[in-house]
């Protein structure tokens, strides 16, 4: 078997450099190097480069990046039709009489191949299409060496086990969201029925952010990287038929976690808002400030952004009288980690601390490097709008593709690593289903602690009043 490089090497060089592996001839056609990275290619040739043959093998970075990227100008179904078809007749796999020498030596490359695509790309094959290709190819495969039923077997139970995975995770956050709208309900027709609050729950900040990682990294780990190219896919300007991924979209893990987010920056203004004592709101501040310092010790910084965007929402804010009573020292220090401004320089400098920090780990803890998920996306977005996906020759645009691939394949490495934290079955339910407050509730709640100051805000307060208390 070929020899690959793990994630976290994977992309450190600007391009796939061709003598860094075994490469095929200068004149297979259609695709143009610089400084022998590869530039860019017409389709036909990148497809055709990433079919192995008894003499060449793909290196791990042009696979990762050629099946995160080609999405974008052919369905990945079309894309196994082709790469089963070429390797069917290219190594003669069909002819009644193969060469059993030549077929021992192409097919562990074939079946490496293909255990790549289906380790880091398994959503591919929610498409029965991908599973037909499959199967034919590895049924020619192991009919005509005995040698290769054991991996072609265990091939096909990881990918039905990943597969089945993902479908009880998205079982799982169905019924989530079911139980967090009856509970909502519960909440605004009988909003004395549930006393508890955060603190009832987790008395200690610590862990609280323990817990907060756990949901993070199950959420993070469902995420596959063709999420991040199908959130942008958009028609592929030489063909009028084709939007390539929109129509076939298989997961909304992406989406999944964005929600989080807001779910927690909402739980975190609930729970402020909520508390009737001015002392108590104070003390709920300042348990936040202190869950979110350990979220930025663990190296959380989608919880910690989390929850400074729920205690910097407006209905918080506002709560002059409250934040008077809070020390909020530490608070200025987190939100000084997180400032925008600069494009965030404060924030990548401590992800790049954290970065390192997970390269050199000696523990699991210390691997840990959750990103500020929205930033990531917003990157990703700016890349793949600033740069074209064709070349004015129609050539894909490879250098583009290589940097999404870098942005990607370190978020890979991110995913991969187990919570170290010993789970709480209580807050994790608490924290993933207590109801939380609409804008609107929170902004009724926040005035009814701390009343109006100008007129704006009692005629906010007299429609809020009117509206939502009628409703009950």
Same mark, same amino acid.
């Given at each position: 078997?070929? +020899?690959?490089?793990? &994630?976290?090497?994977?992309?450190?060089?600007?391009?796939?450099?061709?003598?860094?592996? /075994?490469?095929?001839?200068?004149?297979?056609?259609?695709?143009?190097?610089?400084?022998?990275?590869?530039?860019?290619?017409?389709?036909?040739?990148?497809?055709?480069?990433?079919?192995?043959?008894?003499?060449?093998?793909?290196?791990?970075?042009?696979?990762?990046?050629?099946?995160?990227?080609?999405?974008?100008?052919?369905?990945?179904?079309?894309?196994?039709?082709?790469?089963?078809?070429?390797?069917?007749?290219?190594?003669?796999?069909?002819?009644?009489?193969?060469?059993?020498?030549?077929?021992?030596?192409?097919?562990?490359?074939?079946? +490496?191949?293909?255990?790549?695509?289906?380790?880091?790309?398994?959503?591919?094959?929610?498409?029965?299409?991908?599973?037909?290709?499959?199967?034919?190819?590895?049924?020619?495969?192991?009919?005509?060496?005995?040698?290769?039923?054991?991996?072609?077997? /265990?091939?096909?139970?990881?990918?039905?086990?990943?597969?089945?995975?993902?479908? +009880?995770?998205?079982?799982?956050?169905?019924?989530?969201?079911?139980?967090?709208?009856?509970?909502?309900?519960?909440?605004?027709?009988?909003?004395?029925?549930?006393?508890?609050?955060?603190?009832?729950?987790?008395?200690?900040?610590?862990?609280?952010?323990? +817990?907060?990682?756990?949901?993070?990294?199950?959420?993070?780990?469902?995420?596959?990287?063709?999420?991040?190219?199908?959130?942008?896919?958009?028609?592929?300007?030489?063909?009028?038929?084709?939007?390539?991924?929109?129509?076939?979209?298989?997961?909304?893990?992406?989406?999944?976690?964005?929600?989080?987010?807001?779910?927690?920056?909402?739980?975190?203004?609930?729970?402020?808002?909520?508390?009737?004592?001015?002392?108590?709101?104070?003390?709920?501040?300042?348990?936040?400030?202190?869950?979110?310092?350990?979220?930025?010790?663990?190296?959380?910084?989608?919880?910690?952004?989390?929850?400074?965007?729920?205690?910097?929402?407006?209905?918080?804010?506002?709560?002059?009288?409250?934040?008077?009573?809070?020390?909020?020292?530490?608070?200025?220090?987190?939100?000084?980690?997180?400032?925008?401004?600069?494009? &965030?320089?404060?924030?990548?400098?401590?992800?790049?601390?954290?970065?390192?920090?997970?390269?050199?780990?000696?523990?699991?803890?210390?691997?840990?490097?959750?990103?500020?998920?929205?930033?990531?996306?917003?990157?990703?977005?700016?890349?793949?709008?600033?740069?074209?996906?064709?070349?004015?020759?129609?050539?894909?645009?490879?250098?583009?593709?290589?940097?999404?691939?870098?942005?990607?394949?370190?978020?890979?490495?991110?995913?991969?690593?187990?919570?170290?934290?010993?789970?709480?079955?209580?807050?994790?339910?608490?924290?993933?289903?207590?109801?939380?407050?609409?804008?609107?509730?929170?902004?009724?709640?926040?005035?009814?602690?701390?009343?109006?100051?100008?007129?704006?805000?009692?005629?906010?307060?007299?429609?809020?009043?009117?509206?939502?208390?009628?409703?009950?």
């Amino acid at each position: 078997m070929p +020899q690959t490089p793990t &994630f976290a090497a994977m992309l450190n060089t600007s391009g796939y450099n061709r003598n860094l592996f /075994q490469t095929k001839d200068d004149n297979c056609g259609g695709l143009f190097y610089n400084d022998n990275n590869l530039v860019s290619g017409s389709l036909e040739a990148l497809i055709q480069h990433l079919v192995p043959n008894v003499d060449y093998y793909p290196d791990r970075t042009y696979i990762f990046t050629f099946l995160l990227s080609s999405r974008l100008f052919i369905h990945p179904y079309e894309l196994m039709a082709k790469v089963c078809h070429l390797c069917i007749e290219q190594q003669r796999l069909s002819e009644p009489g193969a060469d059993k020498n030549r077929i021992r030596k192409i097919a562990p490359k074939i079946l +490496q191949l293909l255990t790549e695509w289906t380790e880091t790309f398994p959503y591919d094959f929610r498409d029965e299409r991908m599973m037909r290709s499959l199967k034919e190819l590895m049924h020619r495969l192991s009919s005509v060496e005995e040698i290769y039923r054991k991996t072609v077997h /265990q091939l096909t139970q990881n990918l039905i086990r990943k597969l089945a995975n993902l479908s +009880q995770y998205e079982e799982v956050l169905a019924k989530i969201n079911a139980s967090v709208t009856d509970r909502l309900t519960v909440l605004k027709t009988k909003p004395h029925s549930i006393q508890r609050d955060v603190l009832t729950i987790c008395s200690d900040p610590y862990t609280l952010a323990q +817990q907060l990682t756990h949901i993070e990294l199950e959420r993070l780990s469902y995420i596959g990287p063709e999420e991040f190219v199908q959130a942008f896919v958009q028609k592929d300007p030489l063909d009028n038929d084709k939007t390539c991924f929109n129509d076939h979209k298989k997961t909304s893990n992406l989406e999944a976690y964005v929600e989080w987010f807001n779910r927690l920056s909402y739980l975190v203004a609930t729970e402020i808002c909520m508390p009737v004592k001015k002392k108590h709101r104070a003390r709920v501040i300042e348990y936040f400030i202190d869950v979110a310092r350990e979220c930025f010790n663990i190296g959380n910084f989608n919880s910690l952004m989390a929850i400074i965007s729920g205690m910097n929402m407006s209905p918080v804010s506002r709560l002059k009288k409250t934040w008077a009573k809070v020390k909020t020292a530490k608070f200025d220090i987190l939100e000084h980690q997180m400032d925008p401004s600069s494009n &965030f320089y404060n924030y990548r400098t401590a992800l790049r601390g954290a970065t390192q920090r997970s390269l050199t780990a000696h523990s699991s803890r210390e691997k840990i490097v959750i990103p500020f998920f929205s930033l990531l996306i917003k990157d990703i977005y700016f890349l793949n709008e600033g740069c074209a996906n064709r070349l004015p020759n129609g050539h894909v645009n490879f250098e583009k593709f290589w940097e999404l691939a870098k942005q990607v394949s370190e978020f890979m490495t991110w995913k991969l690593v187990e919570c170290p934290f010993e789970r709480d079955r209580k807050i994790l339910q608490y924290l993933l289903t207590a109801p939380v407050f609409s804008e609107d509730a929170l902004y009724l709640a926040s005035y009814e602690s701390e009343g109006p100051e100008n007129h704006i805000e009692k005629d906010r307060w007299k429609t809020l009043r009117s509206t939502l208390l009628s409703r009950v």
